[in-house]
């Protein structure tokens, strides 16, 4: 299983915790983890490493100087649209992961899904309404769904066939006056159509989609959550590792940081 991951030393740790729960329940097969990073080393993943997976550390070439940043949204959020011309053209397809996940079941059928000619599979947190919002704002009417970017099954394959490097930044540049949530708004403008929706109870949980289950749903509860969603993401500014955080899915986050503390021993608070 390919992992990609695009993130700065600030987010370290937690991203960390990510890796670990992954490691955790999906030790049954080989995971190749790819880290495009301005500031991370190697030895930040020795643990990791030790404990069998595999890591690729990648240095950034584009030009984003001019792309719309914040502390929020670093440089590092546009880095996963250009992974089909960073990793080895060996890699067909990659799963790429936020930092602020917590993985709790297999992600083998994940992996294996057939994305047929889409360019990626990921879930989608807007109902048809803000789906059409973003449609008209964006001017990609034909698109199908304005997707989550925490958690994406890129087809790296086909991505190299239709697009290049230079292509992504004239679309990240072009669009800057327009750009709200800047990584999820490109990916929507360049890939269109060619998109794939995935079960978001499943594989990117959020607190607010499980809140709007809940008030949709009385069958969906914790012990739902337990037994049936793979990937937990704390997404926006509500995080369990913030003070003022507010929510029922933070219990997991917490149960495996306190694993991760043991695992990563003394080198763990460091980061």
Same mark, same amino acid.
């Given at each position: ?176 006056? %327009?750009?709200? &949530?800047? =990584? ?8 269109? @159509? *060619?998109?794939?929706? $995935?079960? !978001?109870? %499943?594989?990117? &949980?959020? =607190? ?8 949709? @749903? *009385?069958?969906?509860? $914790?012990? !739902? ?16 590792? *913030? ?29």
């Amino acid at each position: 299983m390919d992992i990609l991951l695009t993130l700065n030393r600030n987010y370290l740790r937690i991203a960390l915790i990510m890796l670990f729960s992954l490691w955790k329940n999906n030790s049954d097969g080989k995971i190749r983890v790819f880290v495009i990073s301005r500031d991370l080393e190697m030895s930040d993943f020795n643990p990791l490493r030790e404990s069998g997976m595999e890591f690729s550390l990648i240095r950034p070439s584009m030009n984003l100087e001019s792309a719309i940043t914040t502390k929020r949204y670093p440089e590092e959020m546009y880095y996963r649209l250009f992974a089909f011309s960073i990793l080895p053209e060996s890699v067909d397809k990659v799963l790429y992961l936020d930092p602020d996940i917590i993985v709790r079941k297999s992600l083998k059928e994940l992996y294996d899904l057939d994305t047929g000619t889409a360019y990626v599979a990921g879930c989608t947190h807007v109902r048809e309404l803000l789906t059409k919002i973003n449609s008209l704002r964006l001017k990609t009417e034909e698109s199908k769904a304005y997707l989550n970017t925490g958690v994406l099954l890129m087809n790296l394959a086909l991505l190299r066939k239709d697009f290049t490097k230079e292509e992504i930044v004239h679309t990240i540049m072009e669009n800057r006056p %327009r750009l709200l &949530l800047p =990584d999820q708004d490109v990916l929507v403008i360049l890939f269109r @159509d *060619r998109i794939m929706t $995935i079960d !978001s109870f %499943r594989y990117n &949980l959020s =607190d607010r989609i499980y809140s709007l289950c809940r008030l949709e @749903d *009385r069958n969906i509860n $914790i012990e !739902s959550v337990k037994k049936n969603t793979a990937i937990i993401h704390y997404c926006g500014r509500n995080k369990p590792w *913030r003070e003022g955080y507010h929510g029922e899915l933070g219990q997991f986050f917490n149960e495996y940081e306190r694993e991760a503390k043991s695992f990563f021993d003394g080198t763990f608070s460091c980061c």
